[in-house]
């Protein structure tokens, strides 16, 4: 875990149900990229915006997003099949 989702762990931590409302925010998005505001618009309640910093972090972080220049886009696929076939395949 890296240090600054352990500092804010202190001073407050972000719910379950907050997490899994961002998650669904951007998982369910329209387009394939999502902005900081365009999510904040798209819950449906509001968040305060450092707590939204801390999930989209450890969403970073656990591999669930990719955070670029652009936005935030959904990266997370539980697909076993296509797991399996990256271990396998080839590094290029």
Do not use: C, D, F
């Not at 149900?17 to 509001?46: C, F, G, H």
């Not at 990719?66 to 271990?87: D, M, Y």
């Amino acid at each position: 875990m890296s240090r600054t989702i352990m500092v804010e762990k202190l001073e407050h931590s972000p719910t379950l149900n907050t997490v899994l409302m961002v998650e669904a925010a951007i998982k369910n998005s329209k387009s394939s990229i999502i902005t900081i505001p365009e999510i904040k618009r798209a819950l449906p309640r509001q968040v305060n915006h450092r707590t939204l910093m801390v999930i989209l972090e450890y969403l970073e972080e656990s591999g669930k997003i990719a955070v670029t220049l652009k936005g935030i886009t959904w990266t997370h696929n539980p697909n076993q099949n296509l797991r399996n076939a990256i271990s396998r395949g080839l590094e290029l």
